[in-house]
T-cell receptor
Framework: NAGVTQTPKFRILKIGQSMTLQCTQDMNHNYMYWYRQDPGMGLKLIYYSVGAGITDKGEVPNGYNVSRSTTEDFPLRLELAAPSQTSVYFC?????????????FGPGTRLTVT | KNEVEQSPQNLTAQEGEFITINCSYSVGISALHWLQQHPGGGIVSLFMLSSGKKKHGRLIATINIQEKHSSLHITASHPRDSAVYICAAYMNYGGSQGNLIFGKGTKLSVKP
């Protein structure tokens, strides 16, 4: 199993550009999550999904969009990139949610917006 | 104020030392997740626990739900343990499945 994979690993965007961060998991997990990690801060939830076709906002959703057309894929779309979106983005997945279901993380995407 | 607080923020130890990292939280939780973030950035799960103690190799995690406190211990520390250790709590409130709240992490450096 590859686990959770993310592409790209690094990206530099100019202000106003758009891009899609890809996330794929091969563990047949129902739940998928997008987090951002800013220096000196804890991870913050952007969006999550409890299954194909179902998504919901997390703590910091502004400026992002997601879709979940398949169990495996959960892409994160940045529209009109802003410097405040410079961060490291992690995708994670779990079979379910709560105390018996640990989350598995992808390797992260380091995004810089200039 | 973050609902999940970790201490210390930074920790430097000599190889072989016993290490303790603390995590406290301000609201009711159903479980706590300890994670390790490698210097290269990858995050792996260490423990998920809701009561008592769990042990895996040289790592021990304990939790006291009533006192709203958890600790991660590393025995016989080694330079390869150098990483950022993160605690994250599943909060009791709401029905949202996205309710994992993260601490800011403790950066551990173990010197040979």
């Amino acid at each position: 199993n590859a686990g959770v994979t993310q592409t790209p690993k690094f990206r530099i965007l100019k202000i106003g550009q758009s891009m899609t961060l890809q996330c794929t998991q091969d563990m047949n997990h129902n739940y998928m999550y997008w987090y951002r990690q800013d220096p000196g801060m804890g991870l913050k939830l952007i969006y999550y999904s409890v299954g194909a076709g179902i998504t919901d906002k997390g703590e910091v959703p502004n400026g992002y969009n997601v879709s979940r057309s398949t169990t495996e894929d959960f892409p994160l779309r940045l529209e009109l990139a802003a410097p405040s979106q410079t961060s490291v983005y992690f995708c994670a997945s779990s079979y379910s949610a709560g105390e018996y279901y640990e989350q598995y993380f992808g390797p992260g995407t380091r995004l810089t917006v200039t | 104020k973050n609902e999940v607080e970790q201490s210390p923020q930074n920790l430097t130890a000599q190889e072989g030392e016993f290490i303790t990292i603390n995590c406290s939280y301000s609201v009711g939780i159903s479980a706590l997740h300890w994670l390790q973030q490698h210097p290269g950035g990858g995050i792996v799960s260490l423990f998920m626990l809701s009561s008592g103690k769990k042990k895996h190799g040289r790592l021990i995690a304990t939790i006291n739900i009533q006192e709203k406190h958890s600790s991660l211990h590393i025995t016989a520390s080694h330079p390869r343990d150098s990483a950022v250790y993160i605690c994250a709590a599943y909060m009791n409130y709401g029905g949202s499945q996205g309710n994992l709240i993260f601490g800011k992490g403790t950066k551990l450096s173990v010197k040979p």
